[in-house]
Every structure is written in C-alpha cells, then in structure tokens.
C-alpha cells in the first residue's frame, strides 16, 4: 500500500500530494482551498463527508463553506447544538424544540417538560450569550461510534428520549453519535469541525417563541434579514398543534403507528381534516359576495392541481358551476419566453405569461361573452386553440398557477372579485425535537416520483433542475405568499411512509460519478427513517395520488 498519492482538489483545480489516511481537516490547512469563510466540510467523489474523514485512496475533493447549500445545512446543525448545549447548561430540566423554518429563520420553544413554553425576552438574551461563549471557545464537535443500545441510553440519560424510538426502529447494531463538551447528540448530518466557526448567527423573539437566524447566502457574514409571515406561522402552528394531538408529532411515534397496525386510520384523519379544510375555504368563499375569480398558487409539487380540483367540488356543493383554468395554457410561445442568467428558458418567470390575453379573456368572461381558452403544447412550444367557456351569473373561475398571488399578473381585475389562495406542503412532523423535516424535501421527494410516473424524467434530471426551480420559487411566489386571503397546508402526515417505496428505486438510479449523487444519498438515508405504508387505504381524490398515481381527477 502507498504510503502517499495524489487527489485533485476541485476548488483550485490542482492535484496535491497527500500521506495515507490524511483526514480533510489537515488537507485543508496545508492545502489552501481559497474559500472566503471557514471550511465546514467536504464532497469526495460526490460524497459529503466531515473534515475529520481520513482520505485512503485517490479522488477528488471539493471543500465547502457556509455558501454551500451543503455547507450552510452544517451550519445549522452544528449551531442547534451549540443551542442545545447552551440550554442544557442554563436550563438543565428543560426541553429545546426546533419546530419549523419561518422568516428566513427557525421557530424554537422552550418547554418546561409539561408543555409549557418558558421564553422570553431574557431568557432568549440568556440562551444567546451562552451561546456565543461556547462559540468563542471553539470547542470541537467529536465524532465517535457506539454500539445502538449504548447510544440510546447515553440519550435517555441527558432527556433525549425521542430519539430512542427512530433508533430502535432503524435496528443498527452501531450508531455514530456527536460529543459537544460532554453532551451527545444525534444530528442526521456532518458537523462542523468545532463552534468557533459559527460566529454568524442571532436569536431574537417571534411570536411565543424564538427564532434563529442563519448567514445569508449573499451576504454570509450577516445574518438573513426577517421576513414577515404571520398568516404562514399561523397554518403551522395550527397542524402542529393537530398532530400533538394525536400523538404523531415526530417519526418515531409515527413508526410506532405503522408497527401497531393504526396507519389505516391515521390516513383516514389526515385526508379527513384536508376535506374539511377545503370545504372550509369553498364556504369563506361563498361568504364573500361578489367573488368571481379564485387564484390559487403555490411552490412546485405542493398539490395545487388536485386542490384547485377538490375545491371545485366544494364550490359546486355550494351552488357554484366552477370554470378552472390553468395558468400554464397561457405560457408564451417558447421563443418569447425570457432566458435566465445561465441563458436558459425561465419558465419561473412571469414575463413567460401572456398576462395581457389572460387578463383580455377574464374581462370578457365577466362581461359574459363567449371566450376561447388557449392551450398550451408542451411538446411544440406553441399555444393551441383551447376549450371555449361562458360565465354565468352562477360560474366562478378558478385559476391554478405559481403566480397566482403575484398583483402583476391581474392588474386589470378588481380586488373585490379575487379570492386568493396560497398552497405549499408544510411538513406537520419532525425527525426528533431539535431535527425538523424541511418542506422543501416533502416537496422534491414528490416532485421526484411525479416527474419520474408522468413526464419521463430521472431522478437525476430532476435533482438538476431543483436548485433553478428553488430560484425562481424565492423570486417569484414566496414573496406573494401573505397576500393570500387563506392558506392550505397540502402536506399529510403519512406521506413520507407511502412515497418511500415509490422513490427510494428512483433516487438509487442517480449515478455516483453525478454532482448531484450526495443529495440523492441524503434523501436516502433521510426516507430510511420511515416505515413504509402501502397505499391501499388512500382515497382516489388525494393530493398524494397527483404524484404516485391511481387518482380520480384527470391531469
């Protein structure tokens, strides 16, 4: 065996010479990546991997910092910890939870072990002073492996009892466990090398709880501006509070349903609280006199199609003769269609909507006269004759397209004949209370299945095109969301144990030598966490059904 050998590392483009079993870590030191901020972690041969990992063979390495998507993630989960520990050293009895992403930042509660939330403004002030003292100590976060069982009783001695079930459940005969100054925790995810390269960060107040704020990626030394969202934190807190309730607020309990032979009827609930959710809003809409046009937007795979569906049902229950109309049929043609920065097609842009006809047929459709629909070919690139409509004095148009709640796109319509809908799947479960469920994961993992059943593409060609499709969600719908009059929460609780029989064969077909194979492993090893279920209690007019197949609505 070599004592050294060469490796390329990427971010220089030169190949360097290294002794067997170098870790990352001192790789970096010697070798200077040329990264503006810390080096957090690294990408060997398309693989993510913490500075400690000792290097053996001949590969490539890519060093990441906080700018890295990847890097940034790191990031988080290392300042969690230094937020557990900072807790654990104030309030030693009391329980850190880490709910939901909001603001541009992260909603946490403080608990008491009983529910009751403990912070304010001089608790949080306690919670980030330590933390910034642990920080300027850089104290390292040390990776060890243990046998499972020993795992689980190092957490249940420091109250870490959630995390006891998801590692019971994974039946692993050794576990990797984090050490940060005495205190162990579970991540699901490398770490930094040690806390003093978390030095950008702020926790300040919202609502009952606090927020934790992340470095820009712009801007990686301040912090993420806070955005108001006050009718999305509203949404959130409402199912969170509904899946307390019925004792499912994380994986492992929701394993223990599944086990327990009680997933029939949790699937039950779920599409039971989605059905009187959109009746709900069908009766808010009919409440308001004067409505004739129901915009409904949303992020991509968040079950816009078969909501804007099911809410048509309601409307007609409540006397309506709904009319829906998708605003893809009114894409320009492709040649007209604007280009991004990389010269690509923006098919995220509003500026690819021929906003003038599509306000042009509303007005005519108000004014009752007989309008022709275009469509849109996919395959061509070219608008197609389309169906003709007619509106009654009964007919309500519903209107489904991410741009939906942009003002752009209906200037010429009156405020007092719009109602307006935001839909996104806001993941109602966590791993564990200091791990959330990023929706925009339920959101790619959909899409992913979806692409893959009906428009023909590998889980590849959709990885690759996630991060464009999340570029244009923050520029184009994001903005607009807290201009809904009502928001609908598409996410059901058991969704994660359906779609991972359907996407764990789709996501192993992503190459290794493909950049994008150390998101495909993460979404693995995320989707591991789940007991699958089998979709045979789910009803054909499920949101769920738009992405695995089997529903009753025609798409």
Not at 333 to 343: L, V, Y
Not at 507 to 512: A, C, G, K, Q, R
Request: glycine share 6%.
């Amino acid at each position: 065996m070599n004592s050294e050998f060469e490796i390329k590392c990427v971010n220089t483009g030169k190949t360097v010479r290294i002794a067997f079993g170098e870790t990352l870590f001192d790789i970096a030191l010697k070798h200077d990546p040329g990264l503006k901020h810390p080096v957090i972690g690294a990408i060997v041969n398309n693989t993510l991997k913490e500075l400690s990992y000792s290097v053996t063979g001949e590969c490539e390495v890519e060093f990441i910092d906080r700018t890295d998507p990847n890097g940034l993630s790191a990031y988080l989960r290392s300042l969690i910890f230094v937020m557990c520990k900072a807790v654990n050293d104030i309030f030693p009895e009391c329980r850190l939870y880490v709910l939901h992403a909001i603001s541009k930042g992260y909603y946490c509660e403080l608990s008491d072990g009983h529910g009751k939330n403990l912070l304010d403004r001089k608790t949080i002030s306690e919670i980030k002073e330590k933390m910034k003292e642990i920080i300027s100590e850089d104290i390292p976060f040390e990776r060890f492996k243990t046998e499972s069982e020993k795992a689980i009783k190092l957490f249940v001695s420091q109250g870490l009892d959630d995390k006891e079930l998801i590692l019971r459940q994974r039946k692993r005969i050794y576990t990797s466990v984090y050490k940060l100054d005495g205190i162990v925790n579970y991540l699901y995810g490398f770490l930094a090398p040690s806390t003093g390269s978390l030095n950008v960060f702020n926790l300040t107040e919202y609502f009952g709880g606090m927020l934790l704020q992340l470095p820009s990626a712009t801007q990686p030394d301040k912090v993420v501006e806070q955005t108001p969202q006050n009718k999305l934190f509203d949404i959130i807190n409402e199912h969170s509070k509904w899946v307390k309730l019925l004792d499912v607020e994380n994986v492992g309990k929701l394993n223990q349903q599944i086990i327990e032979k009680k997933a029939g009827n949790l699937i039950k609930i779920a599409e039971a609280l989605h059905e009187k959710k959109v009746a709900d809003i069908a009766d808010l809409i009919s409440d308001r006199k004067g409505v004739k046009l129901v915009l409904v937007s949303g992020p991509s795979s968040s079950g816009k199609t078969t909501f804007s569906k099911r809410l048509s049902i309601q409307l007609q229950v409540a006397g309506f003769k709904p009319l829906v109309i998708s605003l893809d049929d009114y894409f320009v043609d492709r040649e007209h269609t604007p280009k991004d920065a990389n010269g690509e097609y923006d098919f995220e842009s509003i500026e690819a909507i021929d906003i003038k006809l599509f306000n042009e047929n509303l007005l005519n459709l108000f004014k009752g006269e007989e309008v022709e629909i275009p469509k849109f070919d996919f395959q061509t690139g070219k608008r197609t004759a389309g169906q003709k409509l007619k509106c009654g004095s009964n007919n309500i148009i519903v209107v489904e397209g991410i741009h939906g709640l942009n003002p752009k796109l209906t200037l010429r319509i009156s405020n007092d004949l719009k109602f307006k809908i935001y839909v996104s799947a806001l993941t109602q479960i966590s791993i564990d209370r200091h791990n959330r469920i990023p929706t925009t994961d339920n959101r790619l993992i959909r899409r992913i299945v979806r692409d893959y059943n009906y428009r023909g593409h590998t889980a590849l060609a959709t990885l690759k095109r996630w991060p464009s499709v999340r570029a244009g969600e923050e520029k184009n719908i994001f903005p607009y969301q807290e201009e809904a009059d009502i928001m609908f929460n598409s996410a059901l609780l058991y969704e994660f144990s359906v779609l991972k029989k359907f996407a764990e064969p789709i996501i192993n077909e992503v190459p290794e030598n493909a950049r994008e194979y150390a998101e495909a492993m993460r979404l693995l090893k995320f989707l591991s966490f789940f007991l699958p279920i089998t979709n045979e209690d789910i009803p054909n007019t499920s949101i769920i059904k738009e992405f695995i197949g089997g529903s009753s609505f025609e798409y």
